[in-house]
């Protein structure tokens, strides 16, 4: 069974670098296919999409972000690992990884989020 | 950059009746890359339609999407108590990513 969960900091101080995780299990993202991809979301606001890898380490960015958004996975690890620098409290937010289903860029599976504040 | 347009902002209605959620692109888009979420207070956003008309594993029948070009639909026939949440529309496109609509409440009447 397809699962993924977020992992990292709660707390993050401005113009720091923001680290989280995602943890992958049911599937391997070496799978012809497969990719994953982060999503955040501001309180009470709407989703966000960040950035994505494929399973051939092909990545892709919200372009307004590409600057300060860095998408990576470790295969032997099953992880796939976002970074984001010189955060700001804008970035305060649910930050979500899923998996994409097939070549139909939808997110069929998603993790849990992880709350990440950014406050001095 | 494609931006999707979701009216109402919010839905009051009543269990058992229907509704029509409405997702506007600003410029035509595939179909195929077009998705309806649900998202319940403090969870993760659920797929529940992919590719405009398809219904992902576990969705009840009573969930149906539609549409082409920039007008696409999501409609709920017949409503249950779990149906209220808020929904959201998502597109994917080569040079832009993926994007979301802003969202529309659907509350209890």
């Known amino acids: 069974q397809i699962a993924l969960k977020e992992s990292g900091p709660t707390l993050v101080k401005p113009t720091q670098t923001l680290t989280l995780t995602c943890s992958l299990s049911?599937?391997?993202?070496?799978?012809?296919?497969?990719?994953v991809g982060w999503v955040r979301q501001s309180p009470g606001k709407a989703l966000e999409w960040l950035a994505l890898?494929?399973?051939?380490?092909?990545?892709r960015y919200r372009p307004s972000l590409r600057s300060r958004l860095t998408i990576s996975r470790d295969p032997s690890k099953n992880h796939v690992v976002l970074t984001m620098t010189n955060v700001g409290p804008v970035d305060t937010a649910i930050y979500y990884c899923?998996?994409?289903?097939?070549?139909?860029?939808?997110?069929?599976?998603w993790g849990q989020g992880t709350l990440v504040t950014v406050t001095s | 950059e494609i931006v999707l347009t979701q009216s109402p902002g919010t839905l009051s209605l009543s269990p058992g009746e229907g509704a029509t959620l409405s997702c506007r692109a600003s410029q035509i888009v595939s179909r195929t890359y077009l998705a309806w979420y649900q998202q319940k207070p403090r969870q993760a956003p659920r797929l529940l339609i992919y590719?405009?008309?398809s219904r992902a594993t576990g969705v009840p029948d009573r969930f149906s999407g539609g549409g082409s070009g920039t007008d696409f639909t999501l409609t709920i026939s017949g409503l249950e108590p779990e149906d209220f949440a808020v929904y959201y529309c998502?597109?994917?496109?080569?040079?832009?990513?993926?994007?979301f609509g802003q969202g529309t409440k659907l509350e209890i009447k």
């Open positions: 899923a998996h994409r289903l097939g070549g139909l860029h939808a997110f069929d599976i």
């Open positions: 890898i494929y399973w051939d380490d092909d990545k």
């Open positions: 998502q597109h994917y496109d080569n040079l832009w990513g993926y994007s």
């Open positions: 590719a405009a008309s």
């Open positions: 049911g599937f391997s993202l070496t799978t012809s296919g497969v990719g």
